[in-house]
């Protein structure tokens, strides 16, 4: 596999050139082709914020690779084009070179189920709640979702607050859902073995014995240092930014552990110890 990328890499750095101008000219046709009231063509390029990082050598990995070194191709286009980066290569020390090649890059934070009080947010579930509503509605409107598709209120919101805001999670833990499912209305119990199903075959997996403590930390502080293990886990949605406003409306950014992972015995664990021992530090036991 590797090979092939290598091969496939190289023949589109010969071609690159001619590529981009093909691209250009069917835009600049379809730009002519537009009805009168929209003048522009928008291209997004989705889901590239999923690539997986490679490393190239150098302190380099594919990230850097892909959006740095070829940033002169991917700003050729004569089109306004919107690129979905990886938030750890945003927060990298290639982020003045994201700015310089391109803008700044906007990050889009979850949805807030809880605020940083660990006290659940009503408005950002409201919007989860919204996202399933829409979905179904747009095949029957005349449902009703939390007595015909969920069981109740509740547990629509359960496997809301499990997301951590994250919508592709949403998605994700409905599709589990209806694979456990013969018939509706969504019980609570399954909602849950969806939730157990995730939190096993996925995210206890995604982390390292050194890094349940690290996890520990950002749960109690909701902050996270600027480093590649701290990036890594925004990487992988181990751990998810939200934004909030302050008293004088100003953004304010902060972090927490995604909700899948406080369940697991290892997170447990740590935050244990690490709020033991910072009782111990404070009330000076030994």
């Given at each position: 596999?590797?090979?092939?990328?290598?091969?496939?890499?190289?023949?589109?750095?010969?071609?690159?050139?001619?590529?981009?101008?093909?691209?250009?000219?069917?835009?600049?046709?379809?730009?002519?082709?537009?009805?009168?009231?929209?003048?522009?063509?928008?291209?997004?390029?989705?889901?590239?914020?999923?690539?997986?990082?490679?490393?190239?050598?150098?302190?380099?990995?594919?990230?850097?690779?892909?959006?740095?070194?070829?940033?002169?191709?991917?700003?050729?286009?004569?089109?306004?084009?919107?690129?979905?980066?990886?938030?750890?290569l945003a927060y990298s020390s290639q982020a003045t070179e994201l700015r310089n090649r391109?803008?700044?890059?906007?990050?889009?934070?979850?949805?807030?189920?809880?605020?940083?009080?660990?006290?659940?947010?009503?408005?950002?579930?409201?919007?989860?709640?919204?996202?399933?509503?829409?979905?179904?509605?747009?095949?029957?409107?005349?449902?009703?979702?939390?007595?015909?598709?969920?069981?109740?209120?509740?547990?629509?919101?359960?496997?809301?607050?499990?997301?951590?805001?994250?919508?592709?999670?949403?998605?994700?833990?409905?599709?589990?859902?209806?694979?456990?499912?013969?018939?509706?209305?969504?019980?609570?119990?399954?909602?849950?073995?969806?939730?157990?199903?995730?939190?096993?075959?996925?995210?206890?997996?995604?982390v390292s014995s050194e890094e349940w403590p690290k996890l520990a930390e950002v749960y109690?502080?909701?902050?996270?240092?600027?480093?590649?293990?701290?990036?890594?886990?925004?990487?992988?949605?181990?751990?998810?930014?939200?934004?909030?406003?302050?008293?004088?409306?100003?953004?304010?950014?902060?972090?927490?552990?995604?909700?899948?992972?406080?369940?697991?015995?290892?997170?447990?664990?740590?935050?244990?110890?690490?709020?033991?021992?910072?009782?111990?530090?404070?009330?000076?036991?030994?």
């Amino acid at each position: 596999m590797p090979k092939r990328r290598e091969t496939i890499r190289k023949q589109v750095d010969t071609y690159s050139v001619s590529l981009i101008t093909a691209l250009n000219e069917f835009i600049e046709e379809a730009q002519q082709k537009l009805p009168e009231e929209k003048s522009k063509i928008v291209v997004i390029a989705d889901n590239l914020d999923r690539i997986i990082p490679l490393e190239k050598g150098n302190d380099r990995t594919s990230h850097e690779e892909i959006f740095i070194d070829y940033s002169s191709q991917l700003t050729a286009l004569n089109c306004h084009v919107v690129y979905t980066v990886p938030i750890s290569l945003a927060y990298s020390s290639q982020a003045t070179e994201l700015r310089n090649r391109y803008a700044t890059p906007q990050v889009l934070p979850m949805i807030m189920v809880k605020n940083r009080h660990n006290q659940p947010y009503s408005q950002g579930l409201d919007k989860l709640k919204e996202v399933i509503e829409k979905r179904i509605h747009l095949v029957d409107p005349t449902i009703d979702i939390d007595t015909q598709i969920f069981d109740s209120q509740d547990t629509r919101i359960e496997l809301c607050a499990m997301t951590g805001g994250h919508v592709r999670e949403l998605m994700l833990l409905m599709q589990s859902v209806m694979r456990y499912i013969d018939d509706f209305p969504i019980t609570t119990k399954i909602v849950r073995r969806a939730v157990s199903d995730a939190r096993d075959s996925t995210y206890r997996n995604a982390v390292s014995s050194e890094e349940w403590p690290k996890l520990a930390e950002v749960y109690l502080s909701k902050t996270i240092p600027n480093d590649e293990d701290y990036r890594s886990l925004l990487f992988r949605r181990c751990v998810l930014e939200y934004r909030e406003s302050n008293a004088e409306d100003n953004p304010v950014r902060w972090y927490d552990v995604h909700p899948l992972i406080e369940g697991t015995s290892e997170f447990k664990s740590a935050l244990r110890e690490l709020t033991n021992s910072e009782h111990s530090a404070v009330s000076g036991q030994p």
